[in-house]
């Protein structure tokens, strides 16, 4: 196999939020991987800032300790870590204040690539952005890295595309989605258009129906507050679900560079077509032995929102008119396991006569966990007694067929931030497209609050309600299970 790593230029990169969940648990941990693996060049260096009084050597610590949480034993070598805590500094700052920034202005460096990671409140990207301009940190070829939830309607969406576009260009923004940065997310497009085989058959000619699930077994646990006024469509339809139905129902880019797959997504986001209130069921989780109910968890007895969601989705278009697309997700559900699978029609005519619970060809593509694909395909059953049917998997596990250990492909984290580093803006959204999927979202939710809408309870550990069984059901077709 050969391996082609595109090499990643010095950089300095500041990360404020630095001592915040994020930083700990995903961002630091991800990167000391990639020090690991020798993929950071020797002139990197790592700022960490937020407003908390200590010094860098206490920032190490801190960060030190959260490899130890975050990264898993087998990858922790004292001498890496030694290594990767050298290039980390730390710097007092306030996001809204003056404290800090001609330190941080003297700390950057000229002549190597600048990149900022907001990872704080959202309310705070503004005065980040204009403090950057204003001190003369960040210069035209910077970058500014921002995390979800970027808004929380069209509005929000707006002002805050017109408050970053005040100090940066598009081209220096890199709005996280880190679903894009999952490995099999990215594989999904090398499956649709490195292959001959799939592409023929990707219309509503021959794909009779997509699921797309992404179902957790987690509970909202102590993000209560934020979930409460988020809910599954902000938190996971309105970008990781929307951006993988993007990319599955994508045309072709003609070439495989940001706004080349950007352009395409955002037409397949302005194709898609109001969804009736029928064809969306929302549920939230009751309490078992294992945990409280999304009520309590929630901290609000009054609670309208969502833990769970299943949407029918109908894109007008050439490609999909007539080839409905069902999204799932959820908390407390049966398996944390997230696929999209491709639901192919029956051959037009059996020659084989009728054959009872003949169920077609299937393309399940694995998210997590045990990232890999399926195709189901029809065999003749072995043995003699006649031409009888049966289906069985074409099983590929990414692990088992590259020899790699699942642990070992990159975290999705890891993968977006050398991105940014490289000026590689492919798997980042672009402003139009989260602006777009705000107002494909908007009419739903403005919809389920003038009907004072109520989610349906669901079993925690279940599927999800048995209302959303109905949803496929009243079309003739099933849910795939949820299961490991
Ligand atoms: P935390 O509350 O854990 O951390 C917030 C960080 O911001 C702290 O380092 C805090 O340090 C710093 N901070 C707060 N106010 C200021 C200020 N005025 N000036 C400078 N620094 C400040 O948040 P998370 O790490 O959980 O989240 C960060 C961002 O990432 C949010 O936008 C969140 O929505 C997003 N996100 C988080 C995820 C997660 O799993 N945690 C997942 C997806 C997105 P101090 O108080 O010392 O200043
Ligand atoms: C986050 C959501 O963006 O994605 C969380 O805010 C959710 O609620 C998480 O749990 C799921 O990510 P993953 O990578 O675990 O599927």
Not at 18 to 26: E, I, Q, V, Y
Not at 116 to 136: C, M, N, W
Not at 326 to 353: C, M, N, Q, W
Not at 442 to 448: C, Q
Request: charged share 30%.
């Amino acid at each position: 196999m050969v391996s082609r790593v595109i090499p990643v230029e010095d950089f300095d990169l500041v990360i404020f939020g630095g001592t915040g969940d994020l930083a700990r648990r995903k961002i630091l941990p991800g990167l000391y991987r990639r020090y690991r693996s020798g993929q950071m060049p020797e002139g990197a260096r790592i700022i960490g800032a937020a407003r908390q009084d200590q010094d860098s050597a206490v920032y190490r610590k801190l960060i030190g300790a959260a490899i130890k949480e975050f990264v898993p034993e087998k990858y922790r070598d004292s001498k890496s870590i030694a290594g990767f805590l050298e290039l980390i500094s730390y710097i007092v700052i306030d996001a809204q204040g003056a404290g800090g920034w001609s330190d941080l202005k003297k700390l950057t460096r000229k002549d190597v690539v600048k990149a900022f990671y907001f990872s704080v409140a959202p309310s705070l990207f503004g005065d980040l952005a204009e403090r950057l301009h204003t001190y003369k940190i960040a210069d035209s070829q910077s970058r500014i890295v921002v995390e979800k939830p970027f808004g929380r309607d069209l509005a929000s969406a707006k002002a805050l595309n017109a408050v970053l576009a005040e100090h940066f260009d598009e081209s220096q923004i890199y709005r996280i989605d880190h679903y894009l940065g999952k490995e099999t997310v990215q594989n999904l497009m090398a499956v649709r258009f490195g292959n001959i085989l799939f592409e023929p058959l990707w219309n509503s000619q021959y794909v009779d129906h997509i699921q797309i699930t992404a179902a957790e077994t987690v509970a909202v646990g102590s993000r209560g507050a934020y979930y409460d006024k988020s809910g599954a469509m902000r938190d996971m339809v309105q970008n990781h679900l929307m951006q993988l139905l993007c990319l599955i129902a994508m045309e072709p880019p003609n070439e495989f560079e940001p706004d080349a797959v950007r352009d395409e997504k955002l037409k397949v986001i302005r194709a898609l077509d109001p969804v009736n209130s029928s064809d969306i069921v929302r549920g939230r989780y009751e309490a078992n032995k294992d945990g409280p109910s999304y009520l309590e968890e929630s901290g609000n007895p009054d609670s309208s929102t969502e833990s769970f969601i299943a949407m029918k989705v109908n894109i007008s278009n050439w490609r999909w008119k007539g080839t409905p697309i069902y999204l799932r997700t959820g908390k407390r559900l049966r398996a944390r396991t997230s696929e999209i699978a491709v639901v192919f029609k029956d051959p037009p005519h059996s020659i084989f006569g009728k054959q009872e619970g003949r169920r077609g060809n299937v393309l399940a593509i694995r998210l997590q966990p045990n990232e890999g694909m399926t195709l189901r395909v029809t065999i003749k059953e072995p043995g003699p007694g006649g031409m009888r049917l049966m289906e069985v998997p074409l099983d590929m596990s990414f692990a088992d067929a590259l020899g790699a250990d699942a642990e070992d492909t990159p975290d999705a984290y890891e993968r977006l931030i050398m991105d940014v580093i490289r000026g590689n803006q492919t798997l980042f959204m672009r402003g139009d497209e989260v602006e777009a999927a705000w107002a494909w979202t908007d009419p739903i939710i403005n919809e389920w609050q003038e009907r004072g809408d109520m989610p349906k309870s669901y079993d925690s550990g279940s599927s999800g309600p048995e209302d959303a069984l109905m949803l496929l059901h009243k079309d003739g077709r099933r849910w795939r299970e949820i299961k490991e």
